[in-house]
């Protein structure tokens, strides 16, 4: 499975947008592009997933790049709550998923 | 609700005391799977059970134990716990359709502590 690069962290005022970039240069064709968070040790929470359409749903959207090396994960009006670790993962069936370090995301008020 | 429940959230125990943590979802999901989660290193697969007696190994499953005698249920089973073993452990599942992908659906955790 293809690997992911996330920044570690990154801040968002509250209400603003939230865009997290994702570089997955070697990502293959039947590779999807996952997103999940974590928040402080809860268990990982489902976001969106995509192959190359950019998708989205109650939660997020999700924009991939043409040539699908990289995607943005837009959660369009951050609270508090979404302050998390949120993963994007890249892999064929959405079942194996290896999770990377992620990147921290805060929301301030 | 539709949901995974972890037993127990919470355990300390000794150097090689068996313990088993179990693992259960009402989604009627095929896909079971453990995880451990340990700082700066994110969260490892252990095993992962396709159906009803059908497991795999996943990307660290020396010292671990599954067993899928039912569809609901997937115990991970600690047969000599070591030190090395204490970690954050989460259990997940999804549906499994051939062409289709689905969200994994992740348990609450169980802390796990071995002195």
């Known amino acids: 499975d293809a690997k992911t690069t996330q920044p570690t962290s990154m801040d968002c005022a509250e209400g603003r947008a939230a865009n997290l970039p994702c570089n997955h240069s070697?990502?293959?064709?039947?590779?999807?592009v996952y997103w999940y968070r974590q928040i402080h040790s809860q268990g990982p929470q489902y976001i969106i997933h995509g192959l190359k359409n950019n998708e989205t749903n109650e939660m997020a959207s999700l924009i991939i790049t043409e040539d699908r090396k990289s995607s943005t994960l837009i959660l369009p009006h951050a609270t508090l709550r979404d302050t998390a670790v949120y993963y994007c993962i890249v892999e064929t069936s959405g079942s194996r998923l290896t999770f990377g370090e992620g990147t921290q995301l805060t929301v301030n008020p | 609700e539709a949901q995974v429940t972890q037993n127990p959230r919470y355990l300390i125990t000794v150097t090689g005391k068996k313990l088993t943590v179990t693992c259960s979802q009402n989604?009627?999901?095929?896909?079971m799977s453990w995880y451990r989660q340990d700082p700066g290193l994110g969260l490892r697969q252990i095993y992962y059970s396709m159906n009803v007696e059908v497991t795999d190994k996943g990307d660290v499953p020396e010292g671990y134990k599954v067993s899928r005698k039912e569809k609901r249920n997937f115990p991970l089973i600690l047969e000599s716990p070591s030190p090395n073993q204490t970690s954050l452990y989460f259990c997940?599942?999804?549906?499994?359709?051939?062409?289709?992908?689905?969200?994994?659906?992740f348990g609450p955790g169980t802390r796990l502590t071995v002195t």
């Open positions: 989604m009627n999901h095929e896909y």
């Open positions: 997940a599942s999804s549906p499994l359709v051939t062409g289709v992908r689905y969200e994994q659906y």
């Open positions: 070697t990502i293959s064709g039947n590779e999807y």
